[in-house]
C-alpha cells in the first residue's frame, strides 16, 4: 500500500508515519512539503492508495487548494489532517470529497482509530466536533465551494426534506442519524447489536433511495440533515 503524507511541518510527518506504520507493516510512504511536491509525487505514482493533507501549506490554501486536488486527482481518496476543529472545515471538507479528517490536537489513540478505519475502507470524522457544534454550525447554512463531481448532493429543499426521510425504514433512519454523528460502522453496529455486514445493508439501501452516490457524500447529508433538527 502506497501512503502520500503532505504536511510542510516535519514532526507532523514523522508522527503520522509512525501511527501508519504500527497500523500496517507493509507500506510504502511518501512526503511532501509543498503543494507542487504533491502533484509531481501523485502524476509520478498514480498507484498512490491514500493521501494524508493538511488545508494550509506552501502552494495549498485550504479549501482552493483541497478543490485543486480533488479536480486534479479525483480518484484519489483524500484525507484532512488539520489544526481547525469547527465543523464547518470538516463540512466543506466533506463537500470536496475527502472519505476522512483528522484534528492535529486528537490524541494519538483518536488519530490511529480514525487512521485504522479508512484503512479498513471506512470513511472517519470527528464525532466530538459535529456533536459539539450540532446545535449552533450546524444550524447555519454552510458556504459551499464548487466541488468534485464525485461526491456532489444537491441540498433538497426544505419542505421535501420529511417526504425523504419517509422512504427510509426506522433502522436505516437510525443508521443515517449515527452516521451523521460520526460513528463508524463498527461502531453503529456495536449501538445497535448488529452485525457491521448488516449496518452496511441499512447504509446501501438508504443510499440508494435518497440517490447517494458515496459515503461520504452520505455523511454529509447526515450530518446537515439529522444533526440540524432532523428527529431520527
Known amino acids: 500500500m502506497k501512503i502520500l503524507i503532505a504536511d510542510d511541518h516535519w514532526v507532523v510527518r514523522q508522527s503520522l508515519k509512525q501511527v ?12 511532501a512539503e509543498t503543494f507542487d ?22 502552494g495549498f490554501d485550504a479549501f482552493d487548494g483541497l478543490h485543486k486536488l480533488r479536480t486534479n486527482f479525483p480518484d484519489v481518496p483524500v484525507v484532512v489532517v488539520s489544526v481547525h476543529e469547527d465543523v464547518d472545515h470538516v463540512l466543506r471538507s466533506v463537500e470536496h470529497g475527502v472519505i476522512g479528517y483528522v484534528p492535529k490536537s486528537a490524541g494519538g489513540s483518536e488519530i490511529e482509530r480514525a487512521l485504522e478505519r479508512v484503512l479498513a475502507g471506512e470513511v472517519s470524522f470527528p464525532r466530538r466536533i459535529i456533536e459539539r457544534s450540532a446545535g449552533s454550525s450546524l444550524s447555519r447554512p454552510v458556504a459551499r ?15 421535501e426534506l420529511r417526504d425523504e426521510l419517509d422512504l427510509l ?9 449515527l452516521l451523521g454523528r460520526g ?10 447489536e448488529l452485525s457491521s455486514q448488516t449496518v452496511r445493508v441499512h447504509l446501501g439501501n438508504a443510499m440508494r433511495k435518497l440517490n447517494i452516490r458515496d459515503r461520504s457524500a452520505a455523511v454529509h447529508y447526515a450530518i446537515g440533515r439529522f444533526n440540524a433538527g432532523e428527529s431520527v
Open 145 to 159: 465551494i464548487p466541488a468534485a463531481p464525485v461526491s456532489a448532493v444537491p441540498a433538497p429543499p426544505a419542505d
Open 183 to 192: 460513528y463508524s460502522v463498527k461502531r453503529i453496529a456495536e449501538e445497535y
Open 169 to 177: 425504514t426506522p433502522r436505516e433512519r437510525d443508521v443515517l442519524g
Open 20 to 31: 501508519m506504520r504500527r497500523l500496517r507493516q507493509k507500506l510504502e510512504i511518501f512526503e
Open 37 to 58: 511536491e504533491t502533484s509531481a509525487l501523485l502524476l509520478a505514482h498514480p498507484d498512490i492508495d491514500l493521501v494524508l493533507i493538511d488545508l494550509v501549506m506552501p
